[in-house]
T-cell receptor
Framework: EAQVTQNPRYLITVTGKKLTVTCSQN?????MSWYRQDPGLGLRQIYY???????DKGDVPEGYKVSRKEKRNFPLILESPSPNQTSLYFC????????????FGQGTRLTVV | ELKVEQNPLFLSMQEEKNYTIYCNYS?????LYWYRQDPGKSLESLFV?????AVKQEGRLMASLDTKARLSTLHITAAVHDLSATYFC??????????FGTGTSLTVIP
């Protein structure tokens, strides 16, 4: 089954404790991206990747890191999480950046206390 | 920075009625995307509009794009309860970066 898989689905952590949210797709898509969803703000893009080893900042990259060492994986790293990073996070992939629909993962609800 | 505005933010409509959701964006783009999100779920793609005047229809939903007015509409015909969800439009500015609207929460009531 074609899918985007995120882990974990739920995470509660403490301020400053490094964490990684994994994202994997099995569709051989070139483009992958991370979003955060907050009430009243819609989805905001954090980082995106056009292909392996090619990543770039989205609209709200502060406090986040990403890497794209393999085509299928695009982990999101929070080196020192803070409470304002409490949010619902989505990973998405698509065959290319434009002209095509994106496929979203199931989301990761992160709470930083 | 590209801004995407949706109206209305909340919509409560009766079954069998028609309504339109509007999506305005602030910079030139020929590409616009509509997504649906059910409560507590992920997003799924509804439509990809790739040129001025593009119109796509799926069931009771029809989307259109006017790039000159920087406006897309999502028209709902004869609403049914199953259409209750949050609808997002999204625009890409350079083909790489995407901007989403704040979403329209639709509730269809009997």
């Amino acid at each position: 089954e074609a899918q985007v898989t995120q882990n974990p689905r739920y995470l509660i952590t403490v301020t400053g404790k490094k964490l990684t949210v994994t994202c994997s797709q099995n569709m051989n898509h070139e483009y992958m991206s991370w979003y955060r969803q907050d009430p009243g703000l819609g989805l905001r893009q954090i980082y995106y990747s056009m292909n392996v080893e090619v990543t770039d900042k989205g609209d709200v990259p502060e406090g986040y890191k990403v890497s794209r060492k393999e085509k299928r994986n695009f982990p999101l790293i929070l080196e020192s999480p803070s409470p304002n990073q409490t949010s619902l996070y989505f990973c998405a992939s698509s065959p290319q950046a434009w002209d095509t629909e994106a496929f979203f993962g199931q989301g990761t609800r992160l709470t930083v206390v | 920075e590209l801004k995407v505005e949706q109206n209305p933010l909340f919509l409560s409509m009766q079954e069998e009625k028609n309504y339109t959701i509007y999506c305005n964006y602030s910079t030139t783009s020929d590409r616009l995307y509509w997504y649906r999100q059910d409560p507590g779920k992920s997003l799924e793609s509804l439509f990809v509009l790739l040129s001025n005047g593009a119109v796509k229809q799926e069931g009771r939903l029809m989307a259109s794009l006017d790039t000159k007015a920087r406006l897309s509409t999502l028209h709902i015909t004869a609403a049914v309860h199953d259409l209750s969800a949050t609808y997002f439009c999204a625009v890409d500015s350079t083909g790489n970066q995407f901007y989403f609207g704040t979403g329209t929460s639709l509730t269809v009531i009997p």
